[in-house]
């Protein structure tokens, strides 16, 4: 067992697969580490694949006090089991709450990242849902700790953006959901309360995301529907943006259609380690499509 002690004390339990050029999956979170298999199995015959359990999620710790999660502690913890893996610079891929940690620490610590995957990314982001995204975690949280992990995970499996994760694969379906029946209910009370609630909207960060020139790509399900406008908005904002989408798939997407994800994701790692990833030409964000005047 390989632990990465972060800052305030908190042991992160992590894996390296591989050998290569170094490539960090953060996982989402109705995941652990355990949903990046496919993945690890791909890229570790050309990568470095670290895969790692989130604070909450045993056999990472599960700090009791839910002040001890937050977005910024998210991003903190990627450096710190870099760091304790001798890591200088790593791709980081991440999906879901996994995404928005993976997108903040390219804002965040840029000259560690060769690159970033921001996959399924937007969940509560629009202004206008942000009210009931915030009663949605908190809502979350009390199930957690009154009803248990067994009750909760059955309810939250059956979320409407894992349906086509369940019609395409009931058996990865499954295995999914007894993943997740096995989290810790504290741990996962917490990082509803600490990381999801309290994440600040990709919305009030346009400022911030304009400065991005780290080579990102962004990844959606086309049935993700709560992350589809999340993520033109990223694509619109970050100079150095990709968007590509997966036809008839849902959230889980690394799960759900691994084999068009891991080809996505490749070709994007290549393209990102060649030194010829392009920037957006602002010429080229306007209305018109001929450039002509009327």
Known sequence: MTIARTDDGVDLY???TGSGTPVVFVHEFAGDMRSWEPQVRYFSRRYQVITFNARGYPPSAVPAEASSYSQLRAVADILAVMDHGGIAKAHIVGLSMGGFATLHFGLHHAERALSLCVAGCGYGAELAQRDRFRGEAEACAAMLL???MA?????????PTRLPF???DPRGFAEFKAQLIGHSALGSANTQLGVQRERPSLYNMTESLAKLTVPTLIVNGDEDWPSLRPGILLKETIPSAALTVI???GHTMNLEAADQFNRIVDDFLTHAGSGRWPMRDPRAMVASITGVKP
């Open 247 to 249: 036809p008839n798939c």
């Open 14 to 16: 992590y894996e390296s």
């Open 151 to 159: 009750v909760f995970g059955e309810k939250y499996a059956m979320g």
């Open 146 to 148: 009154t009803e248990g």
């Open 166 to 168: 369940l019609r395409s």
